[in-house]
C-alpha cells in the first residue's frame, strides 16, 4: 500500500507500544494517522516477548495506573475488534526468599492495594495449592493476584492495529523511516524510500532501533539492546492453561504455562549487551545463538525453584534481544531537542504490561499538549546525550538488567558507568572520607566516615546501616554549628539580554525582574497551573540572571527557556560544569564565612535572599544568603578554577568553629524537616502550585502575568483545597519511611507519602504526603487536628502527627537570624 503525502501525526514502529499510540490517537479523534513499521508488525522484541501482565510490583503510581489500564483494555479489546488478545487472567504469585524481599514486597503490596489492585499475602503452603510444581519449603511469603496473568503479545499488538484501523488510523508495512524533516528546531514529517510524509508531530516508537532513529533527529535516546533469555519445556504432566504465573527474583526465574509445558524466563545479574554499534536494521524476527556457559549458573538456579523443569526435555532455549535505558525508566515524552518528537521507548521488558498505559498517556500529551500523569521519572529530557556514548551504554547496560531482579533498597545506587561527571572539589572529598553516590551522573557525597573508618556500606537493609550515626552527625551539626556541602551538580545557567527579565518574569510564577542583587524561589507553571520546575533565579544585573535546578530538572528547564526566549533578545548558557557550588550552612555559617571575607556579612548589610559577589582569599564569588535547610547559611558559587583554592580557605577557617563536611543523606533530612519541596520527588507535573503548599511564591498581580496564571485564578476561585501536601511524622522514633506508605486518618487512607527521611532534630521518620480530604471539604490544619493519623509501614501502623506547616522552625526565625 502507498503512503500519504501528509499527517497530522506519523507513528514510527508496529510493536505493541507504536500500535498503542496510534489506536489510543485514533480513539481520542484524531483520525489523521500514519503508523509507518519497516517490516511487519511486531517484529523486533514484540514478537517473542513473554507476554505477562502483571500489575504488582511497583512503588509509582503512574506505572501502577499503567498496568492496571493495559490489563482493562486487553480484556474489552476482543469485544471492540473481534481480534484476541489472549488475555488470560490465571493469577500472579511473587514470592519473597528473604527477609529483605518480604520486606520490600510489603511495603509494595501495601502501596498497590491503595491503587486499587486486590493483593493478598499469602504462606508457603498456598503458594504450594496455588503452583504445585514449586518448591516452597524455603519460602517466606507469596503477594497474590488472581486478576493478573498472562497474554500474547502478537495478538494484542494485532487488536491494537486493528482498533486504530476501525477509528480510522493508517498503518503501512514494509516501509522504514531513513530522515527526519524539520524546520528550525520543529519536526515537519519523514523521509521513506516512497517519498516524504508531512506531519505536525512524529512519535518514535522503534524500540531498540529507537537511538539510531533518534540520530537522525538530532535527538538523544540513550538505551541499549542486550540478550533476554527463556526457555520453555516439554510438556508436564498436570500443567494447562489454568496455571497462574510465578515470579522468583531470588532464583533469577519467571514461570508460565505454554504449550501445556512451562517458560522459564530468566533475568540475569549481570547481562550481556548486543551490538553496542549498532542494531541491524535488517534484523526482524531473528534470535540471538544463546550463551550456555555464561547463562548456566542462572538457569540451575531457577530450575532449582521449579524442580520439573530440569527433569524434562528442553523444547526451544531462546533468546533475543530487549532494549534497556539507563536507570531502568522508560524514555518518554517530548524530545527537548526538537519540538513536536516524542519518544516511547526503552520499556525495559515492561512493554506488554503497560504498553495499553504507555500508548494512552502519549496521545494524550499530544492531543491536550501536556500530560495527565507524573512524567518527572521517565521523560526523556532526565538523561544526558552522553549516555548514549558507547561505552556508556556497553558498562550501564551490564547492571541495569541485573536491577530488574535486584532487592530495591532505598538509595540504591547503580555502581557502573561511574565518575562520568565529577565536582571541581572531588579530590578533596576523597581525602575527606566521602561515600557518593550516582546523582545524575555527578559523584554526589553522600555521608562522610570519621578518621580511621573505611566509607563503605557494610550491608543494605531497610534497617539503620552502618552509616546511620555519621548522617546524625552531620544533621546536628547543621542544625547546632556549621557544615559545607559540595551542590556542585546542581543546574546553573546565566541568563543576559535586554529582554532577560521580562522573558523570565513571564515563565516564572514569582517576580523575578524586581531588585538587582536579590533571589527568588520561585515555580515554572504549564497553562494548566501545574509545576513543570521549582527552583531559584537570581537578578544580578538588569540584562544578567543566574538561575538554579535541581540535577534532575537540567535539561528540562534548558529546553523550557530557549523555548520561551525564541524570537526575543533573551540567551540562556548552561553554566553547570564551569562552576562548583559549596554550601555553608548553620548557625555559625556567618561566623565561619566573615573570617574569610572582607564584605560584611552582617544581617542588617547582607540580609536573607541577598546575592552579591564578595571576596575569598584570591576568589571572586557569587555569594547568596539561601538555605534549603532551615538555618542560616550561604550558597557560594565558583568558577571551578578556583574551586581548590576556595574550599582550602573555607576548610582552614572551618577548623575553629567545628566546620563538619555533610553529605546528600544530610540534606535530606534536613530539608524533610522543614518541609521544603524537591521536584520530581515529593511534587510533580500533577500538582497545581496551590496544591503543591507554594501559594506564597506566586505573584498573582505582577504586572503581564506569567503561564499559567489564569489557571491559578480559577483554582482559588473554586474554593477551599480539599488536596493539599502535608507533612508527616512519625511519633513512634523507631520506624523508617522511604517512599509509598499510606497515610490514614481515622482508619482510612488519605494518600500516601511521596518522600520521606529520617528527622533527627523531630525525634522520628519524617515526610510529605499529599492526602486528599475524601468529601471535598477544605483541607486544613483543623481538619488535621481533628483525626487520628497512623501511616503503615510494611506490615506496621505506626501513629502519626500531619501538618501544614513546617514542623521545624514553623516561624522561619532561624533563616533570619
Known sequence: MGIPERARVVVIGGGVIGTSVAYHLAAAGWTDVVLLERDKLTSGTTWHAAGLMVTFGSLSETSTEMRKYTRDLYARLEAETGQATGLKQVGFIEVAADEDRLEEYRRVSAFNRHCGIDVQEIGP??????????????????????????????????????????????????????????????????????????????????????????????????????????????????????????????????????????????????????????VPETFSFGTIPPDWDRMAPYLEKAMARVPITGEVGVRTFFCGPESFTPDLQPVFGE???????????????????????IGRALAQWIVDGRPDIDVTGMHIDRLAPYQSTPDYRATRTVESLGKVYATHFPGLSMKTARGAKLSPVHAKLVEHRAYFRDVSGWEGADWYAPPGVEPRVEKLSWGRQNWFPYWEAEHRAARKGVILMDMSFMSKYLVRGDE???????????????????????????????????????????????????????????????????????????????????????????????????????????????????DLGFARVLCVRITYLGELGYELYIPAEQAIHVYERLTAAGAAVGLRHAGLKALSSLRMEKGYRDYGHDIDNTDSVLEAGLGFAVALDKPGGFVGRDAVLARRAAGPLHRRLVQVLLTDPDPLMFHGEIVRRDGEAAGYVRAASYGFTLGGAVGLAMLTRADGAALDQSWLDSGTWTV????????????????YDPANTRIQM
Open 125 to 278: 503452603g498456598e503458594i504450594k495449592e496455588l503452583f504445585p510444581l514449586a518448591r516452597t519449603d524455603d519460602l517466606l511469603a507469596g503477594f497474590y493476584v488472581a486478576e493478573d496473568g498472562r497474554a500474547n503479545p502478537v495478538d494484542v499488538t494485532m487488536a491494537l492495529a486493528k482498533g486504530a484501523r476501525l477509528r480510522g488510523a493508517t498503518i503501512v508495512e514494509g516501509v522504514p523511516v531513513t530522515g527526519i524533516l524539520r524546520t528550525g528546531k520543529t519536526v515537519t514529517g519523514v523521509r521513506t524510500p516512497q517519498g516524504d510524509i508531512e506531519a505536525e508531530y512524529v512519535v518514535n516508537c522503534a524500540g531498540m532501533w529507537a537511538r539510531q532513529l533518534g540520530e537522525q533527529a538530532g535527538v538523544s535516546i540513550p538505551l541499549q539492546a542486550a540478550e533476554h533469555y527463556y526457555l520453555i519445556t516439554e510438556p508436564i504432566d498436570g500443567v494447562d492453561g489454568d496455571l497462574p504465573v510465578l515470579e522468583d527474583p531470588s532464583s533469577y526465574g519467571y514461570y508460565r504455562e505454554e504449550g501445556a509445558g512451562l517458560m522459564v524466563g530468566l533475568f540475569e545479574a549481570e547481562c550481556a549487551p548486543w551490538h553496542v554499534d549498532r
Open 335 to 357: 524530545a527537548p531537542e526538537l519540538r513536536n518528537y516524542f519518544v516511547a521507548a526503552g520499556l525495559n521488558s515492561i512493554g506488554i504490561l503497560t504498553g495499553g498505559g
Open 500 to 614: 532577560a527579565g521580562a522573558a523570565l518574569d513571564h515563565l516564572s510564577a514569582g517576580a523575578v525582574n524586581g531588585d538587582v542583587e536579590r533571589i527568588t524561589y520561585t515555580q515554572w507553571l504549564n497553562e494548566g497551573g501545574t509545576l513543570e520546575a521549582d527552583l531559584t533565579v537570581t537578578k544580578l544585573d538588569d540584562d544578567r540572571f543566574w538561575v538554579v535546578a535541581s540535577d534532575t530538572a537540567h535539561r528540562h528547564a534548558l529546553s523550557m527557556m530557549e523555548r520561551a526566549f525564541a524570537g526575543r533578545h533573551a540567551f540562556v548558557t548552561d553554566v553547570t560544569g564551569g562552576y562548583a557550588q559549596l554550601n555553608v550552612q548553620g548557625p555559625r555559617s556567618r561566623e565561619l564565612l566573615q573570617a574569610v571575607t572582607s564584605a560584611d556579612l552582617s544581617h542588617e548589610a547582607f540580609p536573607f535572599r541577598t546575592a552579591r559577589e564578595i
Open 792 to 807: 503503615e509501614v510494611a506490615d506496621r501502623i505506626v501513629p502519626a502527627r500531619c501538618s501544614l506547616r513546617p514542623l
